[in-house]
């Protein structure tokens, strides 16, 4: 009965390390999506997946990696982590079934402070 | 492309009183339009959204809003708004191009609600 769920919540990390935030949905979307959240920009899109082993860059997608062998599942790795990452990040989800675009179902958040 | 455009970043309204909330589009065609909310530390919530039909949709927390194509404009409305709607209020474009939704949030617009 989760929904959908991110962790960790909070993360602080030092420059050059790798850091993966995970992401997790029950309702078997499709769609999933990254996003990052930074003053003065919104949301922007970093990465998103129409379904198991299907994914494709967003907006702002360097410096991070993403994979979804399964789902339910969609980690975002940052590889080597910049101060330039430090944001909010989400995880959101969509069901995509019907054509045209549906409404995002949003995680918590993962706050991710880099060092 | 399409872009969505917020044009106040923050607005004051004193609890009790009518609120709108501006948003401005730019899409080619028909486009799929929503309304999210975030509260302080929380993900996005769908308040409502518009596909087609009728123009004036109605949302959870009693809000409403009204598509008008001439104007290219969907903005958000309240008749009498409660302390408990202060948060962060964000308009997205949506499409549907080779089957991949592309959702485009704008920047935000934060409510503070004094008494």
């Not at chain 1, 959908?4 to 997790?24: A, F």
């Not at chain 2, 308040?47 to 949709?57: A, E, W």
């Amino acid at each position: 009965d989760a929904g959908i769920t991110q962790s960790p919540r909070y993360k602080i990390t030092e420059t050059g390390r790798q850091v993966t935030l995970m992401c997790h949905q029950t309702w078997s979307h499709s769609y999933m999506f990254w996003y990052r959240q930074d003053l003065g920009h919104g949301l922007r899109l970093i990465y998103y997946s129409a379904a198991a082993d299907i994914t494709d860059k967003g907006e702002v997608p360097d410096g991070y990696v993403v994979s979804r062998s399964k789902t339910e599942n969609f980690p975002l790795t940052l590889e080597s982590a910049t101060r330039s990452q430090t944001s909010v990040y989400f995880c959101a989800s969509s069901g995509g079934l019907k054509g045209g675009a549906q409404e995002q179902y949003f995680g918590p958040g993962t706050r991710l402070t880099v060092t | 492309a399409q872009s969505v455009t917020q044009p106040d970043i923050h607005i004051t309204v004193s609890e009790g009183a009518s609120l709108e909330l501006r948003c401005n589009y730019s899409y080619g065609a028909t486009p799929y339009l929503f309304w999210y909310v975030q509260s302080p530390g929380q993900g996005l919530q769908l308040l409502l959204k518009y596909f087609s039909g009728d123009t004036l949709v109605q949302g959870i927390k009693g809000f409403e809003a009204e598509f008008k194509r001439s104007q290219s404009s969907f903005n958000l409305r309240k008749p009498s708004v409660h302390w408990s709607d202060a948060a962060e209020y964000f308009c997205a474009v949506g499409s549907s191009s080779g089957g991949y939704q592309k959702v485009t949030f704008g920047i935000g617009t934060k409510l503070q609600v004094i008494p």
